[in-house]
């Protein structure tokens, strides 16, 4: 599971409050990502990151932000989370060799 | 971007049968396409893998086949187990577009003892 952590597993908030997940790698990939994942849309690419501070937009960027200030931490932060961000929120790393591998989740509601 | 439909969404079987999930794909520069199964309550983890340069490639009961030609890939299971029930996702991948992957909306197998 290349040892990726995320952070907190579960979290309830209120709408209009900040929210930061927190993914945790201990491989030394070189690329991180965030999707969400929802009931008949799979797994939808956020943002990732190809290095210290280089990152990208993914499909569903929109409401959330990234940082990468270290190789092994990729955060995603949500500035005003709204209900329709309520979500399970996977964190993935890829090496070298293109395999992919995901976090445990962070299920997320949004009140 | 990438396109990847994934049928069907659901798919029981009795236990011993096989199973077959499709997907199909739209940007011909997608070269690596992984499947991952992912159990209730956990993260995907890859299962078997094929690039674009293989036709097929078998792991013990899996097997994934690839026809480039008509930009669809296939997840074989054969003498399918209760424990195989989950869902399982396949995505494409390509160099081209900076290592993201392009995921399909899952299919649940559920095998039936």
């Known amino acids: 599971d290349a040892g990726i952590t995320q952070s907190p597993r579960h979290k309830v908030t209120e709408t209009g409050t900040p929210v930061t997940l927190r993914c945790h790698q201990t491989?030394?990939?070189?690329?991180m990502y965030w999707y969400r994942q929802d009931p008949g849309h799979g797994l939808r690419l956020i943002h990732y990151?190809?290095?210290?501070?280089?990152?990208d937009k993914g499909e569903v960027s929109d409401g959330y932000s990234v940082s990468r200030s270290k190789t092994e931490d990729f955060l995603l932060t949500l500035e005003s989370a709204t209900s329709s961000q309520t979500s399970v929120y996977f964190c993935?790393?890829?090496?070298?060799?293109?395999?992919?591998?995901f976090g445990p989740g962070t299920r997320l509601l949004v009140l | 971007g990438e396109n990847v439909e994934q049928h069907p969404s659901t798919l029981s079987v009795q236990e011993g049968d096989s199973a077959v999930i499709k997907c199909t794909y739209s940007?011909?520069?997608?070269?690596?396409f992984p499947w991952y199964k992912q159990e209730l309550g956990k993260g995907p983890q890859l299962i078997i893998d094929?690039?674009?340069?293989?036709g097929e490639k078998k792991d013990q009961r899996i097997a994934v086949t690839l026809n480039k030609t008509a930009k669809h890939f296939s997840l074989h299971i054969t003498e399918t187990q209760p424990e195989d029930s989950a869902v399982y996702f396949c995505?494409?991948?390509?160099?081209?577009?900076?290592?993201?992957?392009?995921f399909g909306t899952g299919t649940s197998l559920t095998v039936i003892p």
């Open positions: 993935a790393t890829t090496g070298n060799q293109e395999t992919q591998y």
């Open positions: 491989e030394n990939h070189r690329y």
């Open positions: 990151s190809y290095g210290v501070k280089d990152t």
């Open positions: 940007d011909s520069a997608s070269n690596y």
């Open positions: 094929i690039r674009s340069n293989v």
């Open positions: 995505a494409a991948s390509s160099s081209n577009t900076g290592n993201q992957f392009y």
